[in-house]
């Protein structure tokens, strides 16, 4: 039975059940920390993160294909699409993709990531925003 549990745990962490994934990407940027700083000012601010808020990564790219394809690939992980558009002073398409969560930075960043395999080489990192509500989206 001991020897069960015991590879239940190692499992659990191997799997990065217990101690969530701290991505870290070239530019040294953790999102694991910053989503979980971003989280904690919140709550400090009064903002329930229990509750379910909109969660808005935004995409950047230098052509409209670029974006519209990592829109499709985001739709059919379950993000809603926004927008695309052209922005005449940074010369780039974009586009907003939605979901909707609790704000659990391992599911932030695990939303995050399931984006990254279809961003093109030619995009800019991703860019994040929550829309804090009051109510759940079903």
């Known amino acids: 039975m001991n020897k069960i549990f015991v590879l239940v745990v190692i499992s659990l ?3 990065g059940c217990v101690n969530p994934p701290k991505e870290k990407v070239p530019s040294g ?5 910053l989503y979980s700083n971003l989280i904690n000012r919140h709550k ?3 903002i329930d993160v229990t509750q379910v808020h909109r969660v808005t990564f935004t995409i950047e790219c230098k052509t409209e294909q670029q974006v519209a394809a990592l ?8 993000f809603e699409d926004d927008y695309i ?6 010369k780039t398409w974009s586009s907003d993709v939605n979901t909707y969560m609790k704000l659990e930075a391992g599911r ?9 395999p279809h961003l093109a080489d030619a995009c800019s990192p991703l860019r994040l925003a929550v829309t804090f509500s009051k109510g759940r989206k079903n």
């Open 85 to 90: 558009a052209y922005s005449e002073d940074r």
């Open 44 to 46: 400090a601010r009064g």
């Open 13 to 15: 962490v191997a799997l």
């Open 108 to 116: 932030m960043v695990e939303s995050r990531n399931s984006l990254l």
């Open 29 to 33: 940027i953790n999102y694991f920390d």
């Open 71 to 78: 829109v499709k690939h985001a739709i059919a992980l379950g």
